[in-house]
């Protein structure tokens, strides 16, 4: 793509602006698990409050302004869509992967729960496995589990059933 020397800048800001937002919902994903996750575990969320504001708006910053240092510096061309050098990319790559584990973890560790808390509390209604099963496929797209399946699917150029699929 030609980028006018005029509107790369703009476009390099918006590209930034957008890994920002990127990093920030797979951030949040993970602050809603953990808050979720000790929700469960019968401990106030409240008082992390603020460590979970940090974790899903102050995180994105220490992997986004590497990453635009690193574009700056090693591949400063046209409006920064492309990801030539594959180690500049991972630098967005990796804390995102990170986030979709760890929510995967998160994500077992509730279930688990709920499955302990439907098990002690044996209702004779048979809506229960029914309320178990809602509240498991509830939480696939909240925590963002589905993204395990595709998390390591290239974001490049190029064919694949994976990528296609994603």
């Known amino acids: 793509t030609v980028v006018s020397p005029q509107a790369g800048p703009a476009c390099r800001v918006a ?4 890994q920002y937002c990127v990093g920030a919902n797979y951030a949040w994903a993970m602050a809603e698990g953990l808050f979720l996750l000790r ?6 969320g409240r008082r992390c409050l603020p460590a979970f504001l940090l974790l899903g708006w102050g995180v994105p910053v220490l992997f986004v302004v590497p ?4 574009r700056y510096l090693y591949e400063n061309e046209g409006c920064w869509e492309r990801n030539e050098k594959v180690a500049v990319w991972w630098v967005i790559r ?3 992967l990170v986030a979709v584990a760890v929510n995967f973890v998160v994500f077992v560790r509730i279930v688990r729960i709920l499955v302990a808390k439907v098990r002690a509390h044996q209702v004779s209604r048979g809506d229960t496995r029914l309320r178990l099963a809602r509240s498991t496929l509830t939480l696939i797209p ?3 589990v589905h993204e395990v399946v595709f998390a390591l699917a290239g974001e490049g150029e190029g064919g ?3 990528r296609l699929a994603r």
């Open 94 to 96: 990796c804390p995102i």
């Open 39 to 44: 929700l469960l575990l019968a401990t106030s």
């Open 142 to 144: 909240l925590l963002g």
């Open 160 to 162: 694949g059933g994976l």
């Open 15 to 18: 590209q930034s602006l957008a």
């Open 67 to 70: 990453w635009v240092v690193l």
